[in-house]
């Protein structure tokens, strides 16, 4: 089993509609989590930090779920620049100390017309 | 601040060769990260330090790369010889330390390599 897992899509929805997106985590001890956009041909750019309980910028709202190891992405009122691949990020200590990041392969979002 | 950088952005070269990617995190930042993204397998890491050193390498592919940190404010990333499937974009990325603080990555632009 992957260590972060996503569905890779696309998911094609016209404008305006509401999409939701999920992401499972193996590592129970996982402390941090969050969710990237990458554009085309761009680098990841943080959209979000996930919050134990919840959070919402506008039309994003983020939750985490760490009984079933889920996140989980909500776009509401999605726009034609909303396009783009969504990445989640989950932040695993090592047992160096150290920290790092895991990431699934993306979800490719296509709002339409 | 300028943001993680990157160069080259991108770099064709023939199977053989020897390929060098080169990075300088943001200021500040103890954690630095490379990466390598294709289509079939996603964002894989390959590497990365804390305050200069190397901690895990564990994904590194094989022994044709190599990664080097010199300071806090450069480091490299070689492959020698190269191959075509190398062929891939490679990102650098940067954080702070933070506990168990939500303290993200940044990540520059990336160089798109090309081996053909």
């Known amino acids: 089993r992957k260590e972060v897992e996503q569905d890779p899509g696309p998911f094609n929805v016209p404008e305006g509609a509401t999409v939701a997106f999920n992401c499972t985590y193996s590592?129970?001890?996982?402390?941090?989590f969050f969710w990237y956009r990458q554009d085309c041909r761009k680098e990841p750019k943080l959209l979000m930090s996930?919050?134990?309980s919840g959070n919402e910028d506008g039309r994003f709202t983020a939750q985490l779920n760490r009984a079933s190891q889920y996140i989980s992405l909500l776009i509401r009122d999605s726009k034609l620049s909303d396009s783009a691949t969504y990445l989640c990020?989950?932040?695993?200590?090592?047992?160096?100390?150290?920290?790092?990041?895991?990431f699934g392969t993306g979800t490719r979002l296509k709002v339409l017309a | 601040d300028a943001g993680v950088i990157q160069s080259p952005r991108h770099e064709v070269t023939e199977m053989g060769q020897e390929v060098t990617l080169r990075c300088k995190p943001i200021?500040?930042?103890?954690?630095l990260f490379w990466y390598r993204q294709t289509m079939m397998r996603g964002l894989e890491l390959l590497i990365y330090?804390?305050?200069?050193?190397?901690?895990?390498d564990s994904g590194m592919p094989e022994d044709r790369f190599s990664a080097k940190m010199p300071n806090a404010s450069f480091s490299t990333l070689k492959i020698q010889p190269s191959e075509p499937r190398d062929s891939a974009v490679y990102f650098c990325?940067?954080?702070?330390?933070?506990?168990?603080?939500?303290?993200?990555?940044?990540f520059g632009p990336g160089t798109r390599l090309t081996v053909t």
């Open positions: 990325a940067s954080s702070l330390a933070g506990g168990t603080s939500s303290y993200e990555q940044y």
């Open positions: 590592n129970s001890a996982s402390q941090s």
């Open positions: 996930v919050y134990s």
């Open positions: 990020a989950v932040k695993d200590f090592t047992t160096s100390g150290t920290y790092k990041y895991i």
């Open positions: 200021s500040g930042h103890d954690y």
């Open positions: 330090f804390n305050n200069n050193v190397p901690i895990d």
